[in-house]
């Protein structure tokens, strides 16, 4: 398991008028929480923040400017701009080592589906599953191989088996499925007209010599 860092100062000012302000100034606002404990007002770098964001979830080291040691959390929450898509504001909750807790983790698909190899196309409909784990077991993403995957299939929540970890998602909630794409529907359509075609001809023929007979 790979713990991440990431780097924050504690936000003295707060208000709407000051967190307008320092956006502009490449910093985004956020805070960290935890059961029994107070809320602390962050404030991160752009950039930095970005990078964190970029290389998976998973066991956070929040190192906060004039504390000694690292708060162990975890990325509750993202807010992003509707537009520009900018990050506005992100939320940590603090974990304690020994207690299981509740969080959500990206899904990331891995192989190539049979299916796409005759014309499919892949597609992902669930990015993330709900899980309950300890924190020693928090996983920065969730790889599903999906390459035995045909055209017309479906890969459901229930068909994963996941070591550790207890996946609290609806299990009747489809992740990934092959789905035929335009061009292949077309040679499928094409082909069936054929068949259809010479099935016809026949029929045809036997019909005019019944009626001759």
Known sequence: MAIVGIEAKKREVLGARNVK??????????????AGKEVVHLAFDNKS?????????????LNIDGEKSAR???????QYHPVTEDVLHVDFLGVKM????????????????????SGGILQLILRELQIEC???????????DVSHLDIGDT???????????????????????VDVTRSALSEMDEAGEEGEGEDGEGVA?????????
Do not use: W
């Open 21 to 34: 302000k320092i956006r502009q100034q490449g910093v985004v606002p956020g805070v960290f929480y935890m």
């Open 49 to 61: 923040l970005k990078h964190f964001l970029y290389h998976g979830r998973g066991l956070v080291d």
């Open 72 to 78: 162990k959390c975890v990325l509750k929450s993202v």
């Open 98 to 117: 020994g207690e299981k807790f509740q969080l959500a983790v990206p899904v990331v698909l891995t192989g190539e589906p049979v299916g796409e190899k």
């Open 134 to 144: 300890l924190p020693k077991d928090i996983p920065n993403q969730i790889e599903i």
């Open 155 to 177: 890969l459901f929540v229930k068909d994963l088996a996941l070591e550790n970890l207890t996946i609290l998602t609806d299990p009747n909630e489809a992740i990934a499925n």
């Open 205 to 213: 023929e036997e019909t005019g010599e019944e009626a001759a007979e």
